[in-house]
């Protein structure tokens, strides 16, 4: 059955700091640094203005926040990296965090890795892309922001990102809504895998 974007709620902010009580239900991660907008992303899907807070400000979420998507799956924000105002101790909380979350043993469906479709990836970039690889999910990666580029910088910019991926990378924008359509149908589609074993 497919998911009714139309109904979503924030779920709960996790912390790293106690069990994760949230049954468990299909999965889709949001990767990516801060501001590069993952939160944006989220409520485009949803069709919601502020399911996901968004900010000016970089590197507010530190937490992993889960929202309902009509009762059949998660989708999960993971905090963003590569803030560079963040003190040490602050980036080894992000890194035992994101660590934690994945030793939770959660049905895990896809991690969609979200990029700047402005620039080069970051270093950032390339090591969160290396981490979420060798957990070995489906994975796609995304390029946001499209709506500030032109036709021809949109193209160069696609097909060096997918290049240097390996991997289609796909066009979104909360703006102008690029993409949106297809990241709902990639979420509709890996979670409707094994959909009877679930209970
Ligand atoms: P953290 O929670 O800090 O990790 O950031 P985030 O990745 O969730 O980014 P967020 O969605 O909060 O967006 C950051 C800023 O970029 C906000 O000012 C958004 O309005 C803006 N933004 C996000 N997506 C787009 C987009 O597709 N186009 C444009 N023009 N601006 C965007
Ligand atoms: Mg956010």
């Given at each position: 059955m497919n998911i009714n974007f139309q109904k979503a709620e924030f779920v709960t902010s996790w912390f790293g700091n106690s069990g994760l009580k949230l049954e468990k239900r299909p999965e889709v991660l949001f990767a990516g640094r801060s501001n590069v907008g993952k939160s944006s992303m989220i409520n485009k899907i949803f069709n919601r203005k502020s399911l996901a807070k968004t900010s000016q400000k970089p590197g507010k979420t530190i937490s992993v926040n889960f929202f309902d998507a009509d009762g059949k799956a998660f989708i999960v924000d993971l905090p963003g990296y590569g803030y560079a105002e963040r003190s040490k101790e602050q980036r080894h909380n992000w890194g035992s965090l994101i660590d934690k979350y994945f030793e939770l043993d959660r049905d895990i469906r896809m991690i969609i890795l979200l990029v700047d479709s402005r620039h080069e990836p970051t270093e950032n970039d390339i090591l969160m892309y290396d981490y979420l690889m060798s957990k070995e999910y489906l994975f796609c990666v995304a390029a946001?922001?499209?709506?500030?580029?032109?036709?021809?910088?949109?193209?160069?910019?696609?097909?060096?990102?997918?290049?240097?991926?390996?991997?289609?990378?796909?066009?979104?924008?909360?703006?102008?809504?690029?993409?949106?359509?297809?990241?709902?149908?990639?979420?509709?589609?890996?979670?409707?895998?094994?959909?009877n074993n679930e209970e």
């Open positions: 946001t922001k499209t709506d500030k580029l032109s036709a021809t910088q949109l193209k160069n910019s696609i097909s060096s990102l997918s290049e240097r991926f390996g991997i289609n990378v796909i066009p979104f924008s909360s703006v102008s809504g690029q993409g949106v359509e297809e990241i709902r149908a990639i979420i509709n589609d890996v979670c409707q895998k094994e959909e």
